[in-house]
């Protein structure tokens, strides 16, 4: 089973400042992998997909970059929406597909 | 419209059965895989297995092989997801996602609460 990390585990970022959230996976997953969003009392929003592709809907400010083992989601200009948990996710050589524990994004 | 209902919270008892299902519309059923998530209390996302209804080629992560049944009635674009014996353990919200760019999961249900208290 492929493992992904998250690091941190929380981070306290400014309004108007950017966040940068790292994951890491136990062995190559390629591209195959995806952010998601989710606030309290809500479903998981997909963000990302094939590790650098926005969803449709999601605002410029959302990038993200890497492949193999290392991945980074970068939210620039943090809007006080974005304050949320977020998650990553393999889907590579699955079954399984396992997520991150996910990283807090709270305001600073 | 893409929408996946899911249906309403169940407390139960341990020990006992259950079924909780996730309505699909918007999307042709049958070409898109269907995945279950769990979200125990103040927890993080949890993937429980997949489903295609085309075939109900059911796959689930080790951790819930044999602890849970994935089905799907592909003539209504139901996917249902079955307990035989519930425990404590399993109270948590259940949600249902539909797969889009490969496994990623682009809709998401709103979730199902179960309860397991005796």
């Known amino acids: 089973e492929i493992v992904m990390t998250q690091s941190p585990a929380t981070l306290s970022v400014s309004p108007g400042e950017r966040a940068t959230l790292s994951c890491r996976a136990s062995q190559s997953v390629s591209d195959n992998l995806a952010w998601y969003q989710q606030k309290p009392g809500q479903a998981p929003r997909l963000l990302m997909y094939d590790a650098s592709t926005r969803a449709t809907g999601i605002p410029a400010r959302f990038s993200a970059s890497g492949s193999g083992t290392e991945f980074t989601l970068t939210i620039s200009g943090l809007q006080s929406e974005d304050f949320a948990v977020y998650y990553c996710?393999?889907?590579?050589?699955?079954?399984?597909?396992?997520f991150g524990q996910g990283t807090r994004l709270e305001i600073k | 419209e893409v929408q996946l209902v899911q249906s309403g919270a169940e407390v139960k008892k341990p020990g006992e059965s259950l079924k909780i299902s996730c309505k699909a519309s918007g999307f042709t059923f049958t070409t898109y895989w269907i995945g279950w998530v769990r979200q125990m209390p103040g927890k993080g996302l949890e993937w429980m297995g997949i489903i295609y209804p085309d075939d109900s080629d059911a796959r689930y992560s080790p951790s819930f092989q044999g602890q849970v049944t994935i089905s799907v009635d592909k003539s209504i674009s139901i996917a249902y997801l079955q307990w035989s014996s519930l425990k404590a353990s399993d109270t948590a919200m259940y949600y249902c996602?539909?797969?889009?760019?490969?496994?990623?999961?682009?809709?998401w249900g709103h979730g199902t609460l179960v309860t397991v208290s005796s």
């Open positions: 996710q393999h889907y590579h050589n699955w079954p399984p597909i396992t």
């Open positions: 996602a539909k797969s889009g760019r490969g496994l990623s999961f682009d809709y």
